[in-house]
C-alpha cells in the first residue's frame, strides 16, 4: 500500500490541480484503498511529508500544494472517517478558532506543552458537525498567510499544519468501521499456505525493513556454538511513531503484564483484562483478523461463530486464559508466544520482534547472532529478512534457536497463529513470499489442557532469494 500512495499523491502535486472530477477520483481511490484505521495517520501525515518536496519558490505554487493537500484530507476524512459526537459546543467561536490556530503558526514551531494545549482547547471547543470541515479548512487557509520565500520555514510550516489537523481529527472525528473487502474473485476455500499469502498481502501495517526500522545480523552460528556472534545489537533502529499505531500501541500494553518465571502465579487485574479487550478489539479492526475470522468460519463452521463478538470471546480464550505450566496459573498462550518465558533454566517461548527490541533497548536481552541456514543452497540472511532464527540471552538464560517474524505488524501474528491453531494442526507447512525472499515455513502449534495455545511459532525449513 505504501509505495502505490505515495506515487499517487505524487502525481496529484505534480500538476496542483484538483478539480471536481478529479476529487471525486479521490474518494474513490480511499473507497476502494479501504485502510484499516491504523493506517489514517500515516496517510495524512504522508501527504504533507512528501508535500514538502514539492515546495518552490513561487508562492502562488505553494498555496496551489497547501490547497492540493487539503483535498487530499478531506476526501481522506470524507471517505473513512465519521464526526466523533453528534454534537458539539453550541457556543462554538470559528473566530476563536483560527486565532488559535494561527498562533501555532506564528513561531512555526510546537513543543510537548503547545499540542496538549491544542488538544485540551478543541475538546472544550468542538465544532458542531456541520461546522466540521470549516474548522479544518481553516487550518490550511490560515497558513497561506505565513508562507514566505524560505522554504525551510515553509517545511516547518507544512509541520505545524499536520500538528492542527492531527489535533482536530483526534478530538473531533474517529474512524469509521472497518470492514473487510475481499476481491471477488477470492475464494475463501483456498488452501492454508494460500490463506498466509493473503495475510501477508493484508498486513499493510507491516514496517518497511530499512525505511521503518534496521537490523544488524552481524555474524551466523550453529546452535551449539558457544561464542557471541554479535557484538552489536541486533536493532539499530526504530521508528517509534509506529507504535502509537492502535494495534501496536495496545500489544504493547499487554507486554509487562506477565512475570517470566514459571511457578510463580499470574494475576490478571481488572485494568489487565481491560488491556486485553482493548487489544482484541484493536486487532478486529484490521484486514488481517477480519480476514482470519472469515476463514476459519468457511473452514470450520462448528468451531468459529460467524459472529464477531463471539470470535473474539475464543480469541481471549485460547490466548488469554490462564493455566498451569509449573503447578499453578503460571501461563498463557499470549505470555509464551509473544512475551517469552524462562522454565528449568531455559527460555520458552519467545517469539516476537517487538520484545526482543523493547528488552534489548532496556539493557535485558543480548543478541548472539543468527543461525545459519542449513543448506549452502539457501539464500543469505540479511537486513530485508522479515524472518529470522537467531540466538539470544535473556536476563543471563539462554535460547539456543528461536524463530520471530521480523517488522510484522501483532495483527497478522495473531491472525497467523489463530488460523493455524483452531485448524487443529500441530505441523502447518506453508509457502511465503514476502517480496524480498521465499520461505518454506513450518507453523508450529501445540495445545494446552486440550483448547488453549501452548506455544506457536514459525520455522524456517528453506529460504529462497
Known amino acids: 500500500m505504501d509505495a502505490k500512495v505515495e506515487t499517487y499523491y505524487s502525481e496529484i502535486f505534480t500538476d496542483l490541480t484538483l478539480d471536481e472530477e478529479e476529487a471525486q477520483e479521490l474518494i474513490d481511490y480511499f473507497t476502494t484503498l479501504n485502510p484499516p484505521p491504523d493506517k489514517l495517520v500515516w496517510l495524512r501525515a504522508t501527504a504533507f511529508r512528501l508535500g514538502c518536496g ?3 519558490e513561487e508562492h502562488e505554487k505553494n498555496v496551489s500544494l497547501i490547497r492540493a493537500i487539503n483535498a487530499i484530507i478531506h476526501c481522506l476524512e470524507k471517505t473513512c472517517m465519521v464526526p466523533a459526537t453528534a454534537e458539539g459546543n ?24 503547545e499540542n496538549q494545549d491544542l ?33 525551510d520555514k515553509n517545511v ?42 493473503e495475510l501477508w498481502k493484508l498486513d499493510v501495517n507491516r514496517l518497511t525493513p530499512d525505511r521503518d526500522y534496521s537490523i544488524n545480523v552481524q555474524g551466523g552460528k550453529k546452535p551449539y556454538w558457544k561464542e557471541d556472534q554479535a557484538e552489536d545489537p541486533l536493532f539499530t533502529s526504530v521508528d517509534r511513531r509506529a507504535l502509537n499505531r492502535p494495534t501496536y500501541k495496545t500489544f504493547v500494553a499487554l507486554l509487562d503484564n506477565y512475570t517470566s518465571q514459571t511457578g510463580q502465579a499470574e494475576r490478571v487485574t481488572s485494568s489487565e483484562r481491560k488491556e486485553n479487550s482493548d487489544f482484541l478489539n484493536a486487532i478486529m479492526q484490521t484486514a488481517p483478523m477480519q480476514f482470519c475470522h472469515k ?16 470470535f473474539k470471546k475464543l480469541l481471549n480464550k485460547i490466548w488469554f486464559d490462564l493455566y498451569r505450566r509449573a503447578g499453578s496459573l503460571d501461563s498463557s498462550g499470549f505470555e509464551h508466544v509473544f512475551v517469552g518465558e524462562v522454565k528449568n533454566g531455559k527460555i520458552s517461548g519467545f517469539h516476537n520482534w517487538i520484545q526482543l527490541w523493547m528488552e534489548e533497548q532496556k539493557g535485558d536481552l543480548d543478541y548472539r547472532g543468527y543461525i545459519k541456514p542449513r543448506g549452502r543452497s539457501e539464500a543469505v540472511t540479511d537486513s530485508n529478512d522479515h524472518i529470522l532464527t537467531l540466538q539470544f540471552s535473556w536476563h543471563g538464560v539462554e535460547k539456543a534457536v528461536g524463530t520471530s517474524f521480523i517488522g510484522v505488524s501483532p495483527e ?40 488453549k495455545i501452548g506455544t506457536a511459532f514459525p520455522e524456517a525449513t528453506a529460504h529462497y532469494d
Request: hydrophobic share 40%; glycine share 4%; proline share 3%.
Open 90 to 113: 453550541a457556543d462554538f467561536d470559528a473566530e476563536g478558532a483560527e486565532a488559535k490556530i494561527r498562533s501555532i503558526y506564528e513561531d512555526l514551531s510546537v513543543d510537548n506543552a
Open 412 to 451: 497478522f501474528e495473531m491472525a497467523l497463529y489463530s488460523m493455524c491453531f483452531l485448524l487443529g494442526e500441530e505441523d502447518n507447512q506453508v509457502f511465503l513470499n514476502t517480496g524480498t525472499d521465499e520461505f518454506e515455513l513450518n507453523i508450529k502449534c501445540y495445545t494446552y489442557n486440550g483448547d
Open 295 to 310: 476463514y476459519l468460519h468457511a473452514k470450520i463452521p462448528d468451531k468459529v461463530s460467524s459472529s464477531q463478538n463471539e
Open 54 to 56: 514539492f515546495l518552490s
Open 156 to 197: 516547518e510550516l507544512l509541520r505545524c499544519i499536520n500538528v492542527v489537523v492531527h489535533a482536530f481529527e483526534r478530538v473531533c472525528l474517529r474512524p469509521k468501521e472497518y470492514k473487510l473487502k475481499l476481491a471477488p474473485e477470492f475464494n475463501l476455500d483456498v488452501s492454508l499456505s494460500d490463506a498466509v499469502q
Open 119 to 151: 488538544f485540551e482547547y478543541f475538546q472544550g471547543n468542538t465544532p458542531s458537525v456541520d461546522n466540521l470541515v470549516s474548522l479544518r479548512a481553516t487550518a490550511f487557509k490560515a497558513a497561506v498567510d505565513f508562507l514566505s520565500d524560505d522554504k
